[in-house]
């Protein structure tokens, strides 16, 4: 028997990940490319008939897997769920930075995004480095670590300077599906979260602590899991994936378009409202966020109720160091002390709607 090759394997794979029944998004047209690629990858190698002989069998075989697919109604946590076209937009690279992105740095596009999973802990294999993981439909693999115990010697960071920073690569369709499949095949579903929730509990296989959350349609599900290798997979994808889970894999900036703006009162003190916080910035920043902030009706936390823009959350900025408010702690955690009394904190909002939070 001979070795399948690469292009064989990404479509076993591919095969393989749709096997556990779990909720799926389908791109038929990378599936007619995958068949389309194979057909090119023998023209030269194959008399004519032979030719057409094969790329009538292969293009059947992906019809009746995405028949297969397409036909059936999938189940999570009890809830139905139908097969949904994915959106994969060009990506805009940015190095990666922390703090706020440089100016003229485009953010992540789309805005939104639909959440496949989510993951945060405190990894074994990176000696309980904190590393958080978000995937979305459209192909986006969001991530950050927090570079504590062996974390910059994570190998997802391949030849970049290890970083705090937000990172942003790009799956191809493929790539979702290896990935999403990993993580069902070790889950179990607990019942409903929300996003933002801190799902973290202790002892669970791979971590310290951690928890996972899997996006289903308009639900966000909190989950466990059961493989204690799940979390070092989840670290570095690239150790496993094949070439053709990619679209970008290169180590960029997540460019976020908007910052939650938060607020809340030191512990230990008189107690304060939102309000009475607000009165206590300097005027010229009031004046940013009376302007140009967006309340929110269901805020990720209670004391991040509001969002502005990048720019925005620069002018912000610009305006509290001109007004001598100094950073809490690292100056590019974008927290500022409100003198004596509380904490202004600028987080980015992650396509789902959740923040990334300067916590670990």
Same mark, same amino acid.
């Given at each position: 028997?001979?070795?399948? +090759?690469?292009?064989?394997?990404?479509?076993?794979?591919?095969? +393989? %990940?749709?096997?556990?029944? %779990?909720?799926?998004?389908?791109?038929?047209?990378?599936?007619?490319?995958?068949?389309?690629?194979? +057909?090119?990858?023998?023209?030269?190698?194959?008399?004519g008939f032979r030719l057409a002989s094969l790329r009538l069998g292969f293009a059947l075989l992906i019809l009746a897997l995405l028949v297969t697919i397409v036909g059936t109604v999938l189940m999570v946590g009890g809830r139905p769920l139908q097969p949904a076209a994915l959106e994969f937009a060009e990506r805009s690279f940015a190095e990666p930075f922390t703090g706020l992105p440089g100016a003229g740095a485009m953010p992540s596009t789309p805005e939104t995004g639909e959440l496949v999973f989510s993951f945060g802990g405190r990894v074994d294999s990176l000696g309980l480095d904190f590393l958080r993981v978000w995937l979305y439909a459209d192909g986006r693999l969001i991530w950050k670590s927090n570079l504590e115990g062996s974390g910059r010697e994570n190998p997802a960071f391949g030849s970049n300077e290890p970083t705090t920073a937000v990172i942003e690569q790009r799956l191809s369709p493929l790539g979702v599906e290896l990935l999403r499949s990993e993580v069902m095949a070790a889950a179990h579903i607990l019942g409903p979260a929300r996003v933002g929730q801190d799902l973290s509990k202790w002892d669970r296989p791979g971590v310290l602590w951690g928890g996972l959350a899997i996006g289903a349609?308009?639900?966000? !599900?909190?989950?466990?899991? +059961?493989?204690?290798?799940?979390?070092?997979? !989840?670290?570095?994808?690239?150790?496993w994936l094949p070439a053709g889970a990619w679209t970008d894999q290169r180590v960029g900036g997540f460019v976020p378009a908007r910052y939650y703006m938060c607020l809340w009162q030191l512990d230990g003190e008189p107690s304060l409202t939102r309000s009475e916080l607000m009165e206590l910035l300097p005027q010229r920043t009031k004046d940013v966020i009376d302007s140009r902030s967006t309340p929110l009706a269901d805020p990720v936390r209670a004391d991040c109720a509001e969002t502005v823009s990048t720019e925005d959350a620069r002018a912000i900025v610009e305006t509290l160091q001109v007004a001598g408010v100094r950073p809490e702690g690292d100056v590019d955690a974008l927290r500022y002390s409100i003198p004596m009394r509380g904490i202004l904190e600028l987080l980015p909002v992650l396509p789902d709607g959740d923040s990334v939070c300067n916590c670990g």
């Amino acid at each position: 028997m001979t070795n399948p +090759s690469p292009h064989e394997s990404q479509v076993a794979a591919l095969i +393989s %990940a749709y096997a556990d029944r %779990a909720p799926i998004d389908v791109d038929p047209v990378a599936m007619t490319h995958l068949a389309a690629g194979r +057909s090119r990858d023998r023209a030269t190698a194959l008399p004519g008939f032979r030719l057409a002989s094969l790329r009538l069998g292969f293009a059947l075989l992906i019809l009746a897997l995405l028949v297969t697919i397409v036909g059936t109604v999938l189940m999570v946590g009890g809830r139905p769920l139908q097969p949904a076209a994915l959106e994969f937009a060009e990506r805009s690279f940015a190095e990666p930075f922390t703090g706020l992105p440089g100016a003229g740095a485009m953010p992540s596009t789309p805005e939104t995004g639909e959440l496949v999973f989510s993951f945060g802990g405190r990894v074994d294999s990176l000696g309980l480095d904190f590393l958080r993981v978000w995937l979305y439909a459209d192909g986006r693999l969001i991530w950050k670590s927090n570079l504590e115990g062996s974390g910059r010697e994570n190998p997802a960071f391949g030849s970049n300077e290890p970083t705090t920073a937000v990172i942003e690569q790009r799956l191809s369709p493929l790539g979702v599906e290896l990935l999403r499949s990993e993580v069902m095949a070790a889950a179990h579903i607990l019942g409903p979260a929300r996003v933002g929730q801190d799902l973290s509990k202790w002892d669970r296989p791979g971590v310290l602590w951690g928890g996972l959350a899997i996006g289903a349609g308009d639900q966000v !599900l909190a989950a466990t899991w +059961s493989d204690p290798r799940l979390p070092e997979r !989840l670290a570095d994808p690239g150790s496993w994936l094949p070439a053709g889970a990619w679209t970008d894999q290169r180590v960029g900036g997540f460019v976020p378009a908007r910052y939650y703006m938060c607020l809340w009162q030191l512990d230990g003190e008189p107690s304060l409202t939102r309000s009475e916080l607000m009165e206590l910035l300097p005027q010229r920043t009031k004046d940013v966020i009376d302007s140009r902030s967006t309340p929110l009706a269901d805020p990720v936390r209670a004391d991040c109720a509001e969002t502005v823009s990048t720019e925005d959350a620069r002018a912000i900025v610009e305006t509290l160091q001109v007004a001598g408010v100094r950073p809490e702690g690292d100056v590019d955690a974008l927290r500022y002390s409100i003198p004596m009394r509380g904490i202004l904190e600028l987080l980015p909002v992650l396509p789902d709607g959740d923040s990334v939070c300067n916590c670990g």
